[in-house]
């Protein structure tokens, strides 16, 4: 469960998970530490943040990772689009979402961007991002912390995601989305022993 200390730790918890699925394991306090170098843990920008230092954690986490461009992105749907060819590639998948503020007693609006960062556990279908197909997360909570949403209807405005009708969590219905995925252990010399945890 991740840590609700410290402006919360859901983007070093993912990035950990999928680490983890490669074999490779950090604590979250050591995780931020490497996002933002010499930064204090209180302090809200030491947070590891999807469009911000993710990369730069992955790196310094010895992890080979991807980003979706996002400055170059136009709409929601590629987004999802991108996050399906990476899960069908087997590679852990970390998002970020709308928290619906009124549901969770958050204050509100949110966070005009996200509120919340996840890893993707898996898909209802093989068809590329298509409107039916669902995606499967964890909220980094636990085994209750699961969900799975409708690419149809995951997609909402920051005020449609606060609707009390709304489900808990939602994806920003326009670009700028942000994703990273890990490919896998760094290994420029080719000398680790792939391992997997499933």
Not at 16 to 30: E, L, P
Not at 102 to 128: N, T
Not at 168 to 173: C, E, I, T
Request: glycine share 8%; proline share 5%.
């Amino acid at each position: 469960m991740q840590w609700n200390a410290n402006y919360g730790y859901c983007g070093e918890t993912s990035l950990i998970s999928a680490g983890m699925f490669y074999g490779q394991y950090t604590s979250q306090w050591t995780a931020r530490s490497l996002a933002s170098p010499g930064v204090a843990q209180t302090d809200k920008d030491s947070q590891l943040l999807l469009g911000v230092n993710d990369m730069t954690a992955a790196n310094r986490m010895k992890l080979s990772a991807v980003t979706l461009d996002s400055d170059q992105q136009t709409s929601t749907r590629q987004f999802l689009t991108w996050i399906t060819s990476m899960v069908l590639r087997d590679h852990p998948v970390i998002i970020d979402l709308l928290l619906n503020m009124r549901r969770s007693g958050g204050e509100l609006p949110g966070d005009a961007e996200y509120d919340h960062i996840v890893p993707v556990l898996g898909l209802s279908s093989q068809k590329q991002g298509q409107p039916a197909d669902t995606l499967t997360f964890s909220d980094n909570t636990g085994a209750l912390g699961l969900f799975t949403l409708n690419y149809r209807t995951l997609p909402r405005s920051r005020s449609a995601a606060n609707r009390i009708t709304a489900p808990m969590y939602s994806l920003l219905n326009r670009p700028r989305n942000y994703g990273i995925a890990v490919m896998g252990v760094a290994d420029p010399e080719h000398v680790t022993l792939p391992i997997r945890l499933t």
